[in-house]
């Protein structure tokens, strides 16, 4: 079962019910925490340059009074401000990371880099960047002492970001290692839910931000009645039309057709009129109740649908629950990263006995299906101007609440602009074609333990397929004079290489379709 076939639009001959106590804005919830980073002062302070051309505002007025946030961030103009640097960010699911290497990533404009510190149990979180001439630690390698060693010249680093050991220093020289300078910035993270988030802030009065913010908390994942399928996949749109997308389940059906079954009931694709509202909307972000459910985006990150809550009046009794769960990244102007947690409590057995690798086939498909409309909708939007949303789009109809609320929260708190952690070009990138855009292996499955994985057995599966054929046939000239005689057994033996070259033939567009980039036509839809 594909979570994301869940996303369709509720009906309105369908029984309204109400809002599961699980819609609770998530800053309200009791947040559980494991491990952490301890941070050393940084040698440079970052800055934060709000610099963005993908995000556009709209006019529309909201669909219910914002109310104000709890503790607002004022701006010189007295108005609340989203803090951008005070969050946590979401780094990688645990199970797409090696113990063994380095992870580099780059989270709001902001290259780091995640490694597994054997000593302390823990995974920690680091600048990307070697003090000593600046060169990527996430090429780097973990040492047999447990320590990150930087590859290019072989500098040494405990969990805590102090520099342990520079070979070029004299053994009996100054401590040269011991220099403020020859730190690297650790960033305090923490392993939740099953992902590794991190704050992007690694002074030393922050060592200690967990016991004042802690990430968003789902608690389906934790629940042992429930199994959550993860994924990971860079996008080459911005992290304001990945957020406005998600909170779009009008489009479900039409930009993905063939994939994601409507219901006919009022046009061939499925698609139809849905009731939306707003509520309690702020600065930490808003909560839409659905007939059958409810979306909620808690910001920056955070989005997440419940098709099916449980009934308020019997909440001992089991019911299928499916929770669509987005991670929504800034990556930098023109880039974002998604990652997906789908958990459920309905077809537990099917996940123990499915590859993970068989559900991101389907999960890829979706987005593949509308990234290029995404891509050249966002250049559309840069080309009008941020603040003239409204003027270029028609959104008339209540389907559109959640794109409105999204493009108003963005307006008001954020001033359509996107806190970088570093300095970004104001440009966005250009266009590549269509197969560099929709490309599957660097944007996951270099990214995904489970889809690399299956791409280098099949790999070797297509080798041995094709060595099979070849063997089959020399095998036949050697033999047809001696142990292969009659027809039947020529035809036998023949049949025999010609199904093995089929099949790797098979399994090498399988793979390309499937690991490497896959057109998606609507129009043959």
């Known amino acids: ?28 919830r009791r947040l559980n925490v494991s491990g952490g980073a301890r941070p050393v002062p940084r040698r440079l302070q970052r800055r934060a340059a709000r610099l963005s051309v993908s995000a556009v505002a709209t006019d529309t007025p909201r669909t219910e009074e914002e109310q104000p946030s709890p ?11 989203f803090d951008w640097l005070d969050q946590w960010y979401p780094f990688a699911p645990v199970c797409d990371l090696d113990p063994r290497a380095p992870h580099g990533k780059t989270v709001l404009g902001l290259s780091v880099v995640a490694w597994y510190d054997r000593g302390a149990g823990e995974w920690r979180v680091f600048d990307d960047a070697c003090p000593h001439r600046l060169a990527p630690l996430s090429e780097g390698r973990i040492d047999d002492k447990g320590r990150l060693q930087c590859v290019y010249h072989g500098w040494c680093f405990d969990g805590a970001g102090a520099c342990k050991f520079i070979p070029q220093a004299p053994a009996l020289g100054p401590p040269v290692h011991t220099s403020p300078k020859a730190c690297v910035a650790s960033y305090p993270c923490v392993v939740q839910n099953n992902i590794l988030w991190f704050y992007p802030r690694a002074d030393p009065e922050y060592k200690d931000v967990l016991q004042r913010k802690r990430p968003p908390f789902i608690p389906e994942i934790d629940d042992p009645e429930f199994v959550t399928v993860y994924g990971i996949r860079d996008l080459p749109y911005g992290y304001d039309i990945l957020i406005e997308n998600l909170l779009d389940p009008a489009h479900v059906p039409y930009a993905h057709k063939g994939i994601i079954r409507g219901i006919l009931e009022y046009d061939r694709e499925g698609g139809g009129p849905s009731k939306m509202k707003i509520e309690q909307a702020n600065i930490q972000g808003f909560v839409s109740p659905q007939e059958r459910g409810y979306f909620q985006f808690v910001a920056p990150c955070t989005s997440f649908a419940a098709p099916f809550p449980q009934p308020q009046e019997d909440k001992k009794k089991k019911v299928p629950r499916v929770m669509l769960v987005f991670l929504c990244i800034p990556v930098s102007p023109g880039r974002s990263r998604v990652i997906w947690a789908f958990p459920r409590n309905i077809g537990v057995w099917l996940h123990h006995i499915t590859p993970r690798w068989l559900y991101h086939v389907g999960q ?46 963005f307006k008001k708190f954020s001033k359509n602009q996107i806190g970088w952690a570093t300095p970004q070009i104001d440009q966005l990138p250009p266009t590549p074609t269509k197969d560099q855009l929709m490309e599957r292996y660097w944007s996951h499955v270099a990214q995904c333990t489970s889809c690399n994985a299956a791409l280098k057995a099949m790999k070797a599966l297509e080798v041995v397929l094709q060595v ?22 020529r035809a036998a033996v023949v049949s025999a290489a010609v199904l093995c070259f089929a099949a790797s033939r098979w399994l090498a567009n399988f793979i390309q379709k499937n690991f490497y980039f896959q057109d998606y036509i609507h129009a043959y839809k």
């Open 468 to 489: 099979a054929s070849v063997a089959v046939v020399g095998f036949l000239a050697v033999a047809k004079e001696t142990l292969v005689t009659s027809t039947v057994q």
């Open 1 to 28: 079962m594909d979570p994301l076939s869940l996303l369709q639009i509720p009906r309105a001959s369908r029984p309204p019910l109400p809002l599961s106590a699980a819609a609770a804005p998530l800053s309200c």
């Open 71 to 81: 503790s607002p961030s004022p701006s010189p103009s007295g108005k609340e401000q």
């Open 364 to 409: 890829n498909l979706v987005l593949d299906s509308d990234i290029f409309l995404l891509h050249v909708e966002e250049r559309k939007f840069a080309t009008v101007g941020l603040d003239n949303w409204q003027k270029a789009c028609y959104v008339p109809t209540s389907s559109d609440s959640m794109v409105v609320a999204f493009r108003n929260w």
